[in-house]
């Protein structure tokens, strides 16, 4: 074997002795990665979305292109990323609409915790629990009165049937031990419409949807939902801080891929995805959107799905709440 064999030897040695893995990291992405969004173009997630992919995609070097696929409360993006091979190439955002639509009884819909591969949370936007001020009622310990004192007189509102309002809502009075009466909206716009002409009293709705009315005055913030106060409205307590151990409830989302995508490729986009979100001009976009940055490893995020499920099947099943 002379020189030139001798070293063409050695160099297929050393790549022999590399893990697949590693070549899937360093070659990773060698061409376009679609991001499939289960909710219209223009929607908070979206936009969301689309900052982060396009940040990725300067990073990254390759195109990263949104994909929006609405319906049946994101179940119809989740089937099609769950289904697409396990190369990096398909990633999902994954919210808290998919632990709830897996929560049912009778779900028809991938399951987060199983048919994907975590890779971080990005962005967790806090509902605030608002009343309308002709209700009278300027904390939560009033609120708990006046519903134990008319059970299932007072209506609360929600963006619609199995959404996390809905059950952020039916969580609460579970803790609380009260009755409200549910009335579901297609969407926030028409509910918060309603809760400020008085035609319901209550909600529990994402910070970004009445920031601007509690600002107003038009509506009354008591309480918000996350584990800790939020960055958009610091003097709101938590439910937390009122009593309400474990309460937290948030429209939270998060990239996930199929399950099965190698490690280093999950590795190298979760990395590239909290160089993203740190920079200033993402931040800023989601403070505007009312998003609030969460980063997280893979487990992490796996782990905190599964709580998630578990947390509203148990909501659903002790409400009694069947899908529409």
Not at 140 to 165: E, F, R
Not at 181 to 188: A, E, F, M
């Amino acid at each position: 074997m002379d020189r030139r064999q001798c070293l063409a030897a050695m160099l297929l040695a050393a790549a022999a002795a590399i893990p697949p893995a590693a070549w899937a990291q360093d070659s990773y992405p060698s061409r376009v990665v679609k991001v499939v969004v289960g909710f219209p173009a223009g929607s908070a997630t979206d936009v969301a979305a689309r900052a982060v992919a396009e940040a990725l995609a300067k990073r990254l070097g390759q195109p990263f292109i949104v994909d929006n696929r609405p319906g049946a409360a994101s179940s119809i993006a989740a089937k099609a990323v769950a289904t697409s091979p396990p190369d990096g190439y398909t990633i999902f955002v994954g919210t808290v609409a998919n632990t709830i639509n897996v929560a049912f009884a009778d779900a028809n819909s991938p399951d987060p915790a199983k048919d994907f591969s975590a890779v971080t949370m990005i962005g967790s936007v806090p509902n605030i629990l608002v009343v309308n001020p002709s209700l009278g009622i300027t904390s939560v310990d009033q609120l708990i009165n006046a519903a134990k004192a008319k059970p299932g007189q007072i209506a609360y509102a929600s963006s619609g049937y199995g959404t996390s309002p809905h059950l952020s809502g039916e969580l609460f009075s579970a803790m609380a031990g009260i009755k409200m009466l549910h009335v579901p909206y297609r969407g926030s716009t028409p509910a918060v419409t309603d809760l400020l002409g008085g035609q319901v009293g209550v909600m529990f709705s994402p910070a970004s949807t009445v920031l601007p009315h509690i600002a107003a005055g038009t509506l009354k913030a008591l309480a918000t939902t996350g584990a800790k106060r939020t960055e958009l409205a610091p003097d709101l307590p938590t439910i937390q801080e009122l009593g309400f151990k474990d309460f937290e409830s948030s429209v939270w989302f998060g990239f996930l891929m199929p399950v099965g995508t190698p490690s280093s490729v999950v590795a190298k986009l979760q990395a590239a995805t909290h160089a993203a979100v740190d920079q200033p001009d993402i931040q800023k976009l989601f403070r505007a959107q009312g998003i609030e940055v969460v980063k997280s490893t893979p487990d992490e995020f796996a782990q905190f799905i599964r709580s998630e499920t578990d947390k509203w099947a148990k909501v659903i099943q002790s409400a009694g709440i069947k899908r529409e």
